[in-house]
């Protein structure tokens, strides 16, 4: 598994982005996914990443920005909502970048949880 029998040259490992579950034949990942050569089961076929600040749409493949409320430092494939209370702006790359929502009148902001009701 991983490779295809090649009746002029024996067997090849499959290509990058591609895996062989019996050896007959390489089949390509799914659109957005990649894989290492040799690969020899769809699981070895994992989302690509696009880079901080965005994510994989599985559909199409392409790379578009983490949207408002979320972001992606680049070392996962898709993006992380902020916390409950936060918000962010679209592309954002960071949890740095999730700021607390202004409190309503009454409310103060404790850092650690979000607005809390003034004792």
């Known amino acids: 598994a991983g490779y295809y029998l090649d009746q002029e040259h024996g ?3 499959c290509s990058a982005n591609t895996y062989s579950p019996d050896g007959t034949e390489c089949l390509n990942c799914p659109v957005g996914y990649i894989s290492d050569e040799g690969s020899e089961k769809r699981e070895d076929c ?3 990443l696009c880079g901080a600040g965005m994510q994989v749409n599985e559909l199409d493949g392409k790379c578009y920005n983490c949207p408002a ?3 992606n430092d680049g070392t996962t494939p ?4 902020c916390a409950k209370g936060q918000h962010s702006a679209e592309g954002s ?3 740095a970048d999730c700021l ?3 409190c309503l009148p009454g409310n103060y902001l404790d ?3 979000g607005c809390l009701p003034c004792p």
């Open 11 to 13: 067997c090849i490992p």
């Open 46 to 48: 994992e989302l690509r």
């Open 93 to 95: 790359k960071s949890t």
């Open 100 to 102: 607390w929502d202004d």
């Open 69 to 71: 409320g979320s972001y």
């Open 111 to 113: 850092i650690t949880v």
């Open 78 to 81: 898709r993006c992380t909502e």
